[in-house]
C-alpha cells in the first residue's frame, strides 16, 4: 500500500506534524473516525521551509534580544489575554489590570476561529497600554504572504516574542464557514519568524500520542529556529520534568499553568479533551467553599512547582471564558502578584 504525502493526508496540510490536538487513542481532532497520519510514521526532520538553501537569519530585534536578556535573569509571568474579541474597551481594561503584576501577554488567536483583530494591531493596543506583548500567530487563517506581513509588522511594533501555532482547524470551532488556509504549519512559520528577527517560542504537548516521540518533534521545531518552549498542560510539574530530561539541556521551556476560578471555567477546561490536568485539580475548585480562592492558590502552588524545575524560564498563566474577562484578569494579576 502506498501512503499519501504527509501534507496531502493531513487535513490542517502539516509537513511537520503531529499537532498537539491528537487524541489520545491517536485519532485526528478534526475527525475522530481517522488516525493521525503521522503516528505510524517517523518524526520528520528539518528540512526547510522551500527545501532550498536558507537565507541567514536576521539579526534580532531590539525587542527581542531585551527578552533574551530578561529571561535570564528571574523567571517569568506570561498571562493568556482573556480579553473580548474586536474590543478595543475589553483590551484595554485587561491591559490596565495585567500591567504591572505580569512580565507580558500572550496575545493569540482563539482556537474556535471567531473574528479577531489581526495580531500586530492587537500587540499595538496592547503596548499602548504599557505590556509587553508576546504575540501568537496561527497558520490557519493566513498564507505565507500574510504570515510574513505580521512578522515584519510586529517587527516594527518591537513585541517580546512571537508564539507559532498551526492552529485548530476551522471546522472544529465557531466558523466552519471559514476556509481553512494551513500553507505553513507552526514548524516553518517558526523558520520564518526567526528569519525575521523575533524571539520564537512554539508549543509542545507531552501528553499527546506520540509521547514517545513529542520530544524529538519539539528538537526538530528547535533546529527550525525555536527559541522557548510554551508546554501545554501535561499532568503537572513531574510529567513536566520528564519531559525536560527527554529534550535535553539548553531549551528555555515555559509550562502552562491553569487558572480555574469558577465552575463554569472548570467546565470548560474539562471539555478539552486532549488536555491533562494534576489529579484532582478540577474537583478541589469544585468543592472549595470559595473557588475562586482555591483556583488562584492552587495556580500559584502549581506554578512554584514549575519554576523548581531545571530549564523552566517561566510560567504561562492559562485560563479564561467569554463573560468573565476582567475577572480573569485580575485572577491572573493576583497569582503573579504572588509569585513575585
Aim: charged fraction near 25%.
Amino acid at each position: 500500500m502506498t501512503l499519501l504525502p504527509l501534507i496531502d493526508a493531513c487535513p490542517k496540510r502539516m509537513e511537520y506534524g503531529p499537532c498537539g490536538g491528537v487524541g489520545f487513542d491517536g485519532s485526528c481532532e478534526i475527525d475522530a473516525a481517522h488516525r493521525c497520519a503521522f503516528l505510524d510514521r517517523p518524526t520528520v526532520a528539518w528540512t526547510g521551509v522551500d527545501r532550498s538553501e536558507r537565507p541567514a537569519p536576521a539579526p534580532r530585534t531590539a525587542a527581542a534580544e531585551a527578552t533574551l536578556a530578561a529571561l535570564g535573569t528571574r523567571p517569568w509571568v506570561v498571562a493568556d489575554l482573556p480579553a473580548r474579541a474586536l474590543s478595543v474597551a475589553s483590551i484595554d481594561a485587561c491591559a490596565d489590570v495585567l500591567s504591572g503584576p505580569v512580565d507580558a501577554v500572550l496575545a493569540g488567536d482563539a482556537g474556535s476561529a471567531r473574528v479577531q483583530f489581526p495580531p500586530a494591531y492587537r500587540a499595538h493596543l496592547l503596548q499602548r497600554r504599557g505590556l509587553r506583548v508576546w504575540t501568537g500567530l496561527n497558520m490557519r487563517d493566513r498564507n505565507r504572504v500574510a504570515i510574513e506581513g505580521e512578522l515584519a509588522a510586529l517587527a516594527v511594533e518591537g513585541v517580546a516574542g512571537v508564539h507559532c501555532v498551526t492552529g485548530d482547524h476551522t471546522r472544529t470551532g465557531h466558523r466552519p464557514d471559514a476556509a481553512p488556509v494551513f500553507d505553513l504549519d507552526s514548524t516553518e512559520a517558526a523558520a520564518l519568524a526567526r528569519a525575521a528577527g523575533h524571539v520564537v517560542s512554539v508549543a509542545a504537548s507531552p501528553a499527546a500520542p506520540p509521547v514517545e516521540r513529542r520530544a524529538a518533534r519539539l528538537r526538530e521545531k528547535l533546529r527550525a529556529g525555536a527559541d522557548v518552549c510554551f508546554v501545554n498542560h501535561a499532568g503537572g510539574a513531574a510529567p513536566v520534568r520528564r519531559f525536560i530530561d527527554e529534550v535535553g539541556e539548553g531549551v528555555r521551556f515555559i509550562p502552562c499553568v491553569p487558572v480555574v476560578v469558577d465552575h463554569a471555567s472548570a467546565d470548560l477546561l474539562e471539555s478539552f479533551t486532549t488536555l491533562v490536568l494534576p489529579e484532582g485539580f478540577l474537583d478541589r475548585v469544585r468543592s472549595a467553599r470559595d473557588p475562586r480562592a482555591e483556583g488562584i492558590a492552587l495556580a500559584v502552588a502549581l506554578a512554584e512547582e514549575m519554576l523548581a524545575l531545571p530549564g523552566v524560564v517561566g510560567v504561562n498563566l492559562s485560563g479564561g471564558r467569554d463573560g468573565a474577562e476582567e475577572s480573569f484578569a485580575e485572577a491572573m494579576a493576583e497569582v503573579a502578584r504572588r509569585l513575585r
